[in-house]
């Protein structure tokens, strides 16, 4: 496969100027904050409250992710939450008359509560029974789809997402990468393999009119998996998807980051960091993810010059005895040291796996190791010079919780599918260009680029 023919977007301008026609606000609600890895100049809220999407209602904004995080929750709670905030979005639609579609970005690589998800926020958002758009691609990660299976592609290799470290997940792990079996799987039986339906990019290729009659011709409730293996095939879709809608039909959407820009009609913006807050201070780096690209990245990232590192074990963070955080402040003050001193510290979690005898005890273990990792950044004093945080729920829980992030904006991508946001003023540290960078995504020296780049804006200002 062609790297170049996958990132093709012949249709990304009449796409967009289609979606402007809509005259609506496409509510991206995300397991993590990872889907705004493909857009550019759109908010980002970090609470759901119907207020907050009045405001964005009344604004006319296009556009607008809203971090939901239920990939840290248990199903139940994850359900509850997603159900709430859509009717979040019901009432300020009817408060506004501002019309919406709201779509359920989720994990490129499977992991995450389907179909349950999807089934409450739509209830939520008094959507219900709507057909299911299921796509995961992410084509900036090598997420493709492809005959029905899952892949990704890295080196010219198609490997199922099932034979990858993604589907052993303690939480979220599954046996199949073909989409049908998947969704069979994932719904503990309730919707069969062979009712779920799938568009093959045969028919994408043949264009608007036989996509159109699959569209037109789906059940309520019933799933289709979309095929696409580039963008050309996915806006080739979204082109007869927007006009199905235009038409007065109605979708669900479980979906990767890479529709979204799609529907959007929005194209790459590469962010370079010009102007630092505070540039003769050190950054801050935090990892929390602990796949296999993540620690590769870390053992590059450590490589570099003008570095500290600071190790946390998790078996002293779950310690129920003796935990962690009654030393807390202790690395708090190492970390202000370095980066008044300009370095730049990483905070990294020991890369050992621990988790739970099941999956609600391995999210718990999580929530524990996230709690310090958020309580560290909060209780910091000095503002550095940028922050990257590594891992979708890791760098959710900063920005929200550490942060206080109300409302942000993606400025762009430091690297293809690592997206930078512009902190507002009312944030703990504003104006800090805060690097969300997913656990999966990246070469690797991924890391060692993007603090690399940092690097170099701070020693030209």
């Known amino acids: 496969m062609n790297e170049e023919n996958i990132m093709h977007r012949p249709f990304t301008a009449e796409i967009a100027a289609f979606f402007k026609k809509m005259d609506l606000t496409l509510v991206v609600v995300d397991d993590d904050p990872t889907g705004t890895q493909t857009v550019h100049d759109v908010p980002v809220l970090g609470h759901w409250s119907e207020e907050a999407f009045f405001k964005e209602f009344e604004e006319k904004t296009p556009m607008v992710f809203v971090l939901a995080n239920t990939r840290s929750l248990p199903e139940k709670h994850a359900v509850a939450r997603a159900r709430t905030i859509g009717s979040c979005i019901k009432r300020a639609s009817e408060k506004s008359g501002r019309k919406f579609l709201v779509v359920s970005r989720s994990d490129s690589t499977l992991r995450g509560h389907f179909p349950s998800e999807v089934h409450a926020l739509t209830e939520g958002a008094a959507q219900v029974n709507m057909p299911i758009i299921l796509t995961p691609a992410f084509f900036e990660g090598g997420r493709v789809t492809i005959d029905d299976v899952h892949y990704i592609l890295e080196d010219r290799t198609l490997t199922p997402v099932s034979e990858t470290p993604f589907a052993k997940d303690k939480s979220f792990g599954y046996a199949h990468a073909d989409l049908k079996l998947w969704t069979e799987e994932k ?11 799938s568009l093959s990019t045969t028919q994408i290729n043949s264009g608007k009119k036989v996509i159109l009659e699959v569209l037109e011709g789906l059940k309520p409730g019933e799933v289709l998996v979309l095929n696409s293996a580039n963008y050309t095939q996915m806006e080739t879709f979204i082109l007869a998807l927007q006009e199905a809608i235009h038409k007065g039909n109605r979708f669900a959407f479980r979906t990767g980051a890479s529709f979204v820009s799609a529907f959007g009609g929005i194209g790459p913006k590469p962010w370079v960091p010009m102007q630092l807050p505070n540039p003769q201070h050190g950054g801050l780096v935090i990892v929390g993810s602990h796949v296999p690209k993540s620690t590769r990245q870390l053992e590059e990232l450590l490589k570099a010059e003008g570095l500290g590192e600071v190790p946390i074990r998790v078996d002293r963070i779950i310690d129920s005895a003796h935990p962690l955080i009654n030393e807390i402040d202790s690395f708090v003050q190492e970390l202000e040291r370095q980066i008044k001193q300009g370095k730049t510290p990483v905070v990294y979690t020991s890369r050992e796996l621990v988790s739970g005898e099941t999956p609600e005890e391995s999210l718990s273990i999580g929530e524990k190791v996230n709690t310090f990792l958020v309580t560290l950044l909060e209780r910091l004093s000095i503002q550095p010079s940028f922050i990257i945080g590594k891992g979708g729920i890791t760098s959710n829980d900063l920005a929200v919780k550490s942060l206080k992030m109300k409302r942000g904006m993606v400025a762009g991508q430091i690297l293809p599918g690592v997206p930078v946001w512009e902190l507002e003023p009312d944030n703990k540290f504003p104006h800090t260009p ?28």
């Open 434 to 461: 805060y690097v969300v960078f997913p656990g999966n995504v990246g070469d690797d020296k991924g890391l060692y680029t993007v603090y690399q780049k940092f690097n170099e804006a701070r020693f030209c200002q």
């Open 187 to 197: 719904s503990k039986g309730a919707i069969p393999a062979k009712v779920v339906k």
